[in-house]
């Protein structure tokens, strides 16, 4: 049974890399927004989700808490990118994009909230206040300087961007913090090229979209480099529950 379930695992990470290389395909045609394109891209969103559950079944101790979490932050992110590309056949673009960006917060939280929870379980937190406080001081410094460095044009959104930042960066500060705790030697080698890796490029791939986004020239190599960036993390992210329950 758990030779069927890795089986399926990287059956999903081979139609994973087959659904992204033709999303980004259309993405290189400047393809409209239309049935086709949300159907590759949520293609890509099923892919990691259905990865994430059988690595974490294949690791023999069923939908832990920390499981649990961890599928509901991939549930979300499946949402997200089903509401960020649905306009503007529904709604609109606030509205679309509103929703697209709040699912994708409730992901980054779930992820950090696992994250924590998983890490109190395997070390006294509160013997590592301080260290806590100077990542998030650091979350801080990353922020300002990509926000004055890129030059950035975000009028009023500029706080809640700022906010949504720092929670990513916390979440990938975290993410190091369990790979470091968790034991065994072949553990920590697997959760380092898995989780810090995928929570690594799951962060810098909303930075990337940031500066996409809100830069005046578009930049087709800066979204194709979204895509990677964010389908592989995700990927990664999955995998790493076959070993970190």
């Not at 695992?9 to 393809?31: D, N, P």
């Not at 410094?141 to 961007?161: N, Q, W, Y």
């Not at 072949?186 to 959760?191: D, E, H, K, Y």
């Not at 909303?206 to 194709?224: I, P, T, Y």
Request: some cysteine; glycine content about 8%; proline content about 2%.
């Amino acid at each position: 049974m758990m030779k069927l379930l890795n089986l399926f695992s990287i059956l999903c990470l081979c139609a994973e890399a087959f659904a992204l290389r033709s999303y980004v395909g259309l993405v290189e045609k400047q393809t409209p927004l239309s049935a086709r394109t949300l159907g590759g891209k949520l293609l890509c969103s099923a892919c990691f989700c259905l990865a994430a559950l059988f690595a974490c079944l294949a690791g023999g101790a069923g939908v832990t808490p920390y499981a649990r979490w961890m599928l509901c932050a991939f549930g979300c992110a499946f949402l997200g990118d089903l509401f960020l590309h649905c306009w503007p056949k529904l709604g609109n673009l606030a509205v679309n994009y509103g929703l697209g960006g709040l699912f994708f917060l409730g992901g980054h939280v779930l992820f950090a909230l696992a994250f924590y929870r998983k890490y109190s379980a395997l070390r006294d937190a509160g013997g590592h206040f301080l260290r806590n406080i100077l990542l998030l001081a650091l979350d801080a410094v990353v922020i300002a300087v990509l926000f004055f460095v890129c030059k950035l044009k975000m009028g009023l959104l500029a706080l809640p961007i700022a906010l949504y930042a720092w929670m990513l960066l916390t979440m990938c500060c975290l993410a190091y913090s369990v790979a470091a705790a968790v034991g065994g030697a072949a553990t920590q080698v697997f959760s380092t090229l898995t989780l810090r890796a995928g929570a690594t490029l799951f962060a810098a791939s909303d930075l990337v979209l940031c500066v996409a986004f809100f830069r005046k020239e578009k930049d087709l190599r800066l979204q194709k480099a979204n895509l990677y960036l964010y389908y592989i993390g995700q990927c990664l992210l999955a995998l790493s529950l076959r070993l970190i329950h």
